[in-house]
């Protein structure tokens, strides 16, 4: 179980302090609503630990995270703008999320198959990325995340930009991989129909703090 408590922080130069308190059970996905400029992204900067929190405690199980770098947090993140590099096959980007240097073994190439097949694209394994659609190309941005493995998954807004058809099961691709992996998912989401798909609860960024709905 993730537990966030009294995690607080003020940015520079801001008056208002944030502070974020809230619980994620593995296989839950949880979504983070709110007004643009509420504090959305700066919980999962906290989390990730690109913003130093002040005080407060995010233990996973039985670890406490708060002072543990960002190399060290178990977690994972997908953005909307996903960073591909296009000009590179599937696999190659794949490989890039475990490897710099592209020299990969057999058993991360095994992995990589193993990945490309739980996002329904083993059959463009070396396929340029450039030439993918948007949704394929989103597919491929999970698998990245997903090849370490790690318990925490983080997404700002990642769907957004996809037709309606491939945002839904992209949605529904996150649902699973979640509930299989045990993973426990936070998505900040703009759009009701996320979260009412599948979260199993949503919070809203208020008055610098984090209000069940
Ligand atoms: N580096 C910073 N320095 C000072 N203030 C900041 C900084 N980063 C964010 N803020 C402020 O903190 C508040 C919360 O920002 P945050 O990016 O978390 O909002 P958000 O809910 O993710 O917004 P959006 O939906 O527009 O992405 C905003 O008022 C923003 O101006």
């Known amino acids: 179980m993730l537990k966030i408590i009294d ?11 944030y502070t974020y308190t809230m619980v994620v059970k593995p296989k839950e996905i949880v979504a983070i609503v709110g ?11 906290l989390l990730a630990g690109f913003l130093p929190a002040t005080s407060g405690s995010i233990k996973l199980d039985e670890d406490e995270l708060i002072d543990e770098t960002v190399e060290a947090r178990p977690i994972s993140i997908l953005f909307q703008n996903h960073n ?5 096959s599937v696999q190659k980007n794949i490989l890039l999320g475990i490897s710099k240097t592209l020299k990969s073994t057999h058993e ?5 198959k193993t990945i490309l097949k739980e996002v329904g694209l083993e059959k463009y394994e070396h396929t340029i990325v450039s030439s993918l659609s948007g949704g394929q190309q989103q597919r491929v941005a999970l698998a990245r995340v997903l ?14 930009g996809l037709d309606a058809d491939t945002r839904m099961q992209m949605l529904d691709l996150l649902k699973k991989i979640t509930v299989e992996n045990n993973l426990h998912t936070i998505m900040i989401t703009h759009e009701i129909e996320d979260s009412e798909r ?8 208020e008055n610098q703090k984090l209000v069940e709905q």
Request: aromatic share 8%; charged share 30%; proline share 4%.
């Open 7 to 17: 995690v607080k922080y003020q940015h520079k130069n801001a008056e208002d302090m």
């Open 35 to 45: 007004q643009s400029g509420s504090g959305k992204s700066t919980l999962l900067d």
């Open 84 to 88: 591909l590099f296009e000009h590179l």
């Open 108 to 112: 991360e190439l095994k992995k990589v």
């Open 147 to 160: 090849l370490r493995r790690e318990p925490i998954l983080l997404l700002d807004e990642p769907f957004t």
């Open 198 to 205: 599948i979260a199993n609860r949503v919070y809203k960024v």
